[in-house]
């Protein structure tokens, strides 16, 4: 189990968060869900490298390329304007601190890690700029532009998953995503029918939709990880390094075993999609934590579609936990969408805290907290009526 605690960051005064395998944060415009995720990455992210950093000393190799500078993270990580010398954060796993930044200082606890098996991880973060990505890689020059790491980091995952599938059929549009060589540069293209659009002109819940889709189905079920460790590696021992301090290092892997873990955090994934898509991008991010590499999905979210289709996959499971004919609820919801309650968790960032908005008695979300807006503005028009009568 997996927790996080969280005080004094920007607009999070203190929230503990159980961090669950598919995630949901919802609030007000500045309430600090974008805080949170991107708090959590920066969390997964030292982790993954202090298990680096354990295998290289291990093996005596200079480990200094990777010493942390709490600065530079906060920078990358666009939480520095948040920060202040009373911000407290902590990733607790199995009941242990793993890491803790508090007094502006950050203290990885390499003792609490577990040294019996190498944890190989892969953080992929789709912040809410997607849409733009479109335009702004339609030339080379846009593609030299400066970005933050989280777009830069979207921006390679991008290239990395549409290498790998050379074509991408999406899942929630009747399109395919390709690129087709240009002088100097390759474009990129959605095609329908046998026509071609450039990927900048398409519309765009198409753009967002696709990066979403091409993403998350690449590293879902057909990122290596043996390949991401062994190049991670790669370019932090790519100094000057002797023949004896390899072979330890290979020794050393050797004698462990591995044990991946992937987390994927998408800031609203409902951005400009018409309600019905909503709901499709809801079961392909369902459908996909299922695959092979088995994701951990995080996101943030304003749509009451998406939290309503959420409890429906939700609901779908624990109907056919208590019948024997199971089909009965495959047939309306497909059993590779279903949720598995235990594995869920849904937070409401209001007030300064994060509030668990998983209905103890139901184990759904709260249907008080998925669109209250809509309850005023139906009360409103009752009103309305009351005087029109």
Request: proline share 2%; charged share 25%; glycine share 4%.
């Amino acid at each position: 189990m997996q927790k996080v605690i969280i005080r004094n960051l920007g607009p999070i005064k203190e929230s503990q968060i159980e961090l669950k395998e598919f995630m949901v944060f919802i609030g007000d415009s500045g309430t600090g869900k974008s805080i949170i995720l991107r708090t959590i990455s920066l969390l997964k992210w030292i982790y993954k490298k202090m298990q680096y950093k354990a295998i290289l000393k291990h093996s005596k190799i200079n480990s200094d390329v990777l010493r942390f500078r709490l600065d530079r993270l906060l920078k990358n990580s666009m939480l520095d304007d948040f920060f202040t010398k009373d911000s407290y954060i902590e990733f607790i796993e199995n009941g242990k601190s793993i890491v803790i930044i508090e007094n502006s200082k950050l203290k990885p606890q390499y003792n609490n890690i577990n040294t019996d098996t190498l944890l190989v991880g892969k953080i992929a973060f789709l912040n809410d700029i997607r849409s733009s990505l479109a335009e702004i890689l339609s030339s080379p020059s846009g593609k030299r532009a400066k970005f933050s790491y989280y777009t830069y980091d979207m921006v390679e995952n991008f290239y990395e998953s549409l290498d790998h599938f050379k074509e991408f059929k999406l899942n929630s549009f009747d399109l395919t995503l390709t690129r087709k060589k240009r002088v100097g540069y390759e474009s990129i293209h959605l095609v329908k029918d046998n026509k071609s659009i450039k990927f900048e002109s398409a519309s765009s819940g198409e753009k967002s939709i696709s990066i979403i889709e091409l993403i998350c189905s690449y590293f879902a079920n057909n990122y290596d990880f043996d390949n991401g460790f062994s190049n991670s590696l790669l370019e932090l021992i790519s100094q000057k390094i002797e023949i004896d301090n390899i072979v330890n290092l290979q020794e050393y892997i050797q004698k462990k075993s591995f044990k991946s873990f992937m987390s994927i955090f998408i800031e609203e994934p409902e951005v400009n999609l018409y309600p019905q898509k909503q709901q499709s991008i809801t079961y392909f991010l369902s459908k996909i934590q299922k695959l092979q590499n088995r994701p951990q999905i995080i996101l943030s979210t304003h749509s009451p579609y998406i939290l309503t289709s959420l409890n429906n996959l939700l609901y779908a499971g624990m109907v056919a936990n208590k019948i024997d004919n199971k089909n009965r609820v495959h047939n309306i919801v497909d059993k590779d969408y279903i949720l598995n309650a235990k594995d869920f968790g849904a937070y409401l960032l209001e007030d300064g805290k994060a509030i668990d908005i998983i209905d103890k008695d139901t184990g759904l979300i709260d249907a008080n907290r998925i669109d209250q807006a809509s309850e005023d503005i139906l009360n409103t028009f009752e009103r309305l009526c009351e005087i029109d009568e």
